[in-house]
């Protein structure tokens, strides 16, 4: 018998506030009453978290329509902070329960340990705090998605001129690089002003939890129980020391093809070969129904979530105006059929997005019928592991897309490359935020020093001439979304980067027991720690040096041939 009725209309909290009463004045008197009041607590949370998630998917669809702003704003400017009282006083309900201590360790322990992180992060003065901080984290979106590049009496998104780069024609590619940063740079005051708003609220966020700095309690409120700041930096160095010579050598390399005597920022991402720019579909129908094909290959099944996805309508691809930047997979617990939603304009790119976001869904389905929603909400070591793996072993199958070898061929090197270029990226951005939130009264003009410095320390300076694009150089940064919304989500994609070369080299030796041991890896869904999962998968979590130089090793069989 379910707590919630079948249908609920969530108009404001006070549609919510029965379910939450309940819930806390409940008496839990056994092991067993226990178990049943967090069934019924995660079918509320299943009930309140989809709700959000449609407002969410909507308000990036349609970012000019009032309603659906409105909707979104009003969950979490209202709605939200009313329930966050009750959810600490939950959490603190179920941490007291002597019954707690009757829980099976496996796999109560991922979850309990969770709470009581959440129970020392809580604090009353930061509610609204939080509501501010997330209307101003949407901010980014509307902004950006204005943006648009003029091109033979059409608009373009960004995103849409931004194919542009890869055209063979040298001019074309400059013209473009300079109109699509001439757009981002006329927004880059309001940018600058938007984020340092950003990091002196969550810095205040910070402090009224007892923290020096937004950082380190962002690390606690993300839940890294696996690994440590220290950590990350060790990451950054091993990145630096093993895979950002290779990047480079692979940039000198593309030079030398390329016939130039120096590579312009507008010279990385044409095809080295001469050939036109790479389109894996004739239109968006055409894409979904490969990958599916793609996917079933694999298993069987990883085709079957894909065409439910297609049939429920959970697949907004296409790039078109008033559209938010970007691309997820938006996991929808209750319905049990998560959401797709992308910039697509035919380019290599798309294919790319298209399998990872499919690994994404993949891993929502696989866990969807887990006993409670926190075990469904995995951590982003693991989710993107899922995403980066798919991107790699459904190239196996790439000659759907490409039937033509040549085609096919540029298309997997150009895959493998980005798998290495975009490592000591993810080091910038991460390294750049450590230094942000330690530093949190820096000035604008040392923001751009020190984005700076960290660039040209994973990029070095010898291999991409800047010359006469120093400003756009020094607010490249600005592009990355994920620093204005989802502060510190991205060292996963790293930590995942090595994640999935390991999948794939398993695949590479044997492909059936590669897929099984991914299922396996993806379906325990956040019941073990990350090195469990991990473990699970076939592969280490491990970010040392040894381990990078390893998988480096392995990746030279496959570039700079």
Known sequence: MSFLPKTVVINSFDDLKPYFDDLLSRKINSVTTLQQWLTDRSELSEAVEEDMAWRYINTNCHTHNKDYQTAFSTFISDILPQIEPYENKLNKKLIDSPAINELPKDPYHILIRSI????ELFRKENIPLLAEMRQLEQEYGSIVSKLTVSHNDEELTLQQAA?????????????FFVKINEKRLSVKDTLDELYTKLIRLRTQIAKNAGYDNYRDYKFDEMGRFDYTVNDCETFHTSVRNEVVPLVSAMLLQRKKKLGLDTLKPWDLDVDTSGKPPLHPYKDINDLIDNTITCFSKLDTEFGTFLKTMKEMGHLD?????NKAPGGFNYPLYKTGVPFIFGNFTNSLRDLETMVHEGGHAIHSFLTKDLPLVEFK???SEVAELASMSMELISMAHWNLFFPDENDLQRAKQTQLEGVLKVLPWIMTIDKFQHWIYTHPEHSVAEREAKWLAIYEEFHPAGTVDWTD???????IWQKQLHLFEVPFYYIEYGFSQLGAIAVWKNFT???KKAIEQYRKGLSLGYTKTIPEIYAAAGIKFDFSQEYIHKLMAFMQLFILQ
């Open 509 to 511: 030796g044997n492909p």
């Open 469 to 475: 694009f120093d400003r756009e150089k020094a607010n």
């Open 116 to 119: 009581k992180k959440q129970i």
């Open 317 to 321: 691809l296409e790039s078109r105006k």
């Open 163 to 175: 194919n542009f780069l890869h055209d063979t024609d040298r001019k074309i590619r400059q013209e």
């Open 377 to 379: 909400e995995f951590p």
